[in-house]
């Protein structure tokens, strides 16, 4: 998917949500457990009740590989029941030298067509430099972190400037702002300002709203721009919102809860 | 495998080799290619040929994943293939928010029984917490990479000292020696002399010698230790020492060179 049409998606959705799949099966309902296949069972479900009210999905491998195979399986049928006019994110935090990069982008970008991918940035420049080789993906690359740790490197000075700022003027030589995004986390807002200064155009992915404690209102004051420039991600908040039958219906009224107070912020 | 166990296996095989399973379905012998599991037959070739002369083998995930489901099935068999005596590596370079961790974690210490994983430390402390909370399992965290982008964050000076250096300081807080290893590239051995003072009893695992150009000789001289410390890895040169029939053969025989350099060092 390139940028015009994500953008057309959030117009016409009023929305700018982006569901986190972090499905858990010791957290699913007990009901859905003696299915062939509960993860997926349960994200068909997540995704026909809330595909109206977000524009994009977020599949964290992790809970995927955390069941193996079998977890694969989920993943990939997870994939491919979601609609195409909605943004695919393969949130797998990727990044290793320039051979090893070249396979984690056909993992996902080829055998399995996620939109994105999210990469992790410790190894530099060559590390990510391979997902930026094809066309309508995008690589989205960590900056500033929503956890503690974000204080350990990431805020670090080098120079009068941050780790997480040379992370994100460094990238740029080899990204634009129709395949490249960055993750700002959303407990962070007050520095989404500043951010918005060096990358004023690029697509941010903020998680943190909703479990993590981040703020709607301060994610939009400080990083909306004129394209809207913004996909907000709640996982727990939505997919866990109830644990019974209802757990479906009760994630739609979370995520259309959240759109709704998208809508206000985004024009036509 | 506890730290005990490892240094036995070295000493008993008089090795340190770590053979990388970087097994890239496109490039294993085409003769191969008609058998249901190609990549895991060729793993088993080479495990078979080599493990008298290794005392680690390394599965590159991003090789597997690139096959999807299939490749996860791959890594499986592969990793259910390697005798108990050797030390596995996922190299997965994972990291996370905590609770997302949690689920690498139990990924490749509880659903796949890795003795360890990579970690890529850009998130911080707590984001590769949960993987030092196992038993006899190991978490094995990015440092000084090999690749030519080591230069862009992990070399840069954040008061007097480098990246680097921070996440060795930071990440001694909450692993020791018997559960916390280091990857430090071997293009790198000038800079091991001065790891060894940071942190001279910790293990290092030293991928970039053989097909990246780094020397065994000097990695030996400045970054062994008294219980030997390294595992060097060689992925490529042995994998693919041969594309005919001759493939296992021509990887042992690659192997016990690389052992037989390594034996001149490892005492009784």
Redesign the interface.
Known sequence: MNRTELIKQIKLKKSFLCVGL?T?IKKIPSHLLHLDDPVFEFNKAIIDATKDYCVSYKI?T??Y?????K???SM?RTLFHIPENIFTIADA?????????N??A???F???PFHSVTL????????IAPFFAYDNRWGIV?AL??????????Q????NRK?YE??IT?TTQIGNTGNLMFVVGATKAEELAHIRKLIPDHFLLVPGVGA?GGSLADVVKYGMNQDCGLLINASRSIIYASSGKDFAEAAAAEAKKMADEMAQYVGD
């Open positions: 972090d858990d964290n992790a809970f590989e955390a069941n193996g195979v977890g694969w399986e990939e935090k990727r990044g290793d030298i320039g051979n090893t990069s396979m984690y056909r993992a996902f080829e055998t399995l992790a940035p410790y190894m530099g420049k060559d590390s960590l972190t929503s956890n503690p740790g974000s204080a350990d490197y990431e670090q000075l080098i120079g780790l040379h992370v460094t993590q």
